[in-house]
């Protein structure tokens, strides 16, 4: 990729430039350029990831550790996503969003309204992908996270216990 960085391709013939750089300094310049909004839309996956997907992982795992009722089957719902091919999961969602897929079907049955193309409509396309995001990358931070809650000694929470400590403490 460093190489890549100061190669031009110009009608098939291979360059040596620095036109890259030059370009994307441009485009910093300019406040409705792509760069920008490729900027923003990375800190909002960022916050999505940081904000909701790791508290919402570690609230799971913690229920998930204590042994919840049916908290075997949870846990192969959640981790899903992780396990099948991602090809085969983006063909999945774009079949559920679809205009005649499950969630068309069931928005006509509840509000009898035109579904909107989630993806191809400006206002729902962003939301649409963070749905996505969320949805795939909550099954494995919630493994990881129950894998490390496995490995805190069992004397240390029978302590606590003893100590009188609450559960959100625990």
């Known amino acids: 990729s460093i190489i890549?960085?100061?190669?031009?391709?110009?009608?098939?013939?291979?360059?040596?430039?620095l036109y890259?750089?030059?370009?994307?300094?441009?485009?910093?310049?300019?406040?409705?350029?792509i760069i920008w909004q490729s900027l923003k839309n990375t800190l909002i996956f960022f916050f999505v990831g940081f904000a909701i997907i790791n508290p919402l992982s570690l609230l799971f795992a913690y229920f998930f550790f204590k042994k919840i009722k049916?908290?075997?089957?949870?846990?192969?719902i959640f981790f899903l996503p992780s396990i099948i091919s991602g090809a085969v999961l983006v063909t999945l969602y774009?079949?559920?969003?679809?205009?005649?897929?499950?969630?068309?079907?069931?928005m006509m049955k509840l509000f009898n309204t035109p579904v909107p193309t989630f993806l191809t409509d400006s206002r729902?396309?962003?939301?649409?992908?963070?749905?996505y995001v969320i949805w795939t990358g909550f099954g494995v931070n919630m493994i990881l996270f129950s894998g490390?809650?496995?490995?805190?000694?069992?004397?240390?929470?029978?302590?606590?216990?003893?100590?009188?400590?609450?559960?959100p403490r625990e």
């Open 148 to 167: 490390a809650m496995k490995r805190i000694p069992q004397e240390i929470i029978d302590s606590a216990k003893i100590d009188g400590v609450s559960m």
């Open 20 to 33: 890259n750089f030059q370009k994307l300094f441009e485009e910093i310049g300019m406040s409705n350029s």
């Open 70 to 76: 049916g908290y075997k089957i949870f846990r192969y």
């Open 94 to 106: 774009k079949y559920m969003i679809a205009p005649d897929g499950v969630i068309a079907v069931i």
């Open 124 to 131: 729902y396309a962003l939301i649409t992908i963070i749905i």
């Open 4 to 17: 890549m960085a100061f190669q031009r391709n110009n009608h098939g013939q291979i360059e040596w430039s």
